[in-house]
């Protein structure tokens, strides 16, 4: 049972030892033939530059207040997200159907005087009528049918 426990004891005193040197090991940087640069932890050659490389341990109240900062920030821009208006008022949507409603009737009227009338007239910059011809006049049309279909829902 002794021998148990000092072979133990010798264990974890060589685990350790072996692990406190290989977080504390040298690194190794050569050049090999073809001019390709290698780093390892054995030198390889005689020409194998030894590295001095240092490293501090890691502060954890620094990475975990730089983690809290950032969790802190997307959850206020989420409910930045969520506080912001989804679209326009109820009023406003009332008011934009209206207009549309109006401007549908206004254009219905319109597309039914094209349609109905033979002679279809513009008026020129002197207030005079100008009587369009048939081309102008299916050109109108058209256009008339196409404003009714923008402002049919």
Known sequence: MRNRAIAI???????????????????????DAEGN???????VSAQSERLSITSKPTNTARVQATTQARVDAREQERQDAANLPDGPSPAELRAEADERAK???????????????????REDENGERVYMDEAEMMATREQAVSQVEEYCD
Do not use: C, M
């Not at 640069?37 to 030198?43: C, I, K, L, Q, T």
């Not at 401007?103 to 007239?121: C, P, S």
């Open 9 to 31: 004891v010798t264990t974890t005193l060589l685990a350790l030892f072996v692990g406190g040197s290989a977080l504390a090991g040298e690194i190794y940087k050569w050049t």
């Open 103 to 121: 401007q549908f009737t206004k254009h219905r009227v319109q597309l039914q005087k094209f349609l109905t009338n033979r002679r279809i007239y």
């Open 37 to 43: 640069v290698h780093y390892g932890d054995v030198p």
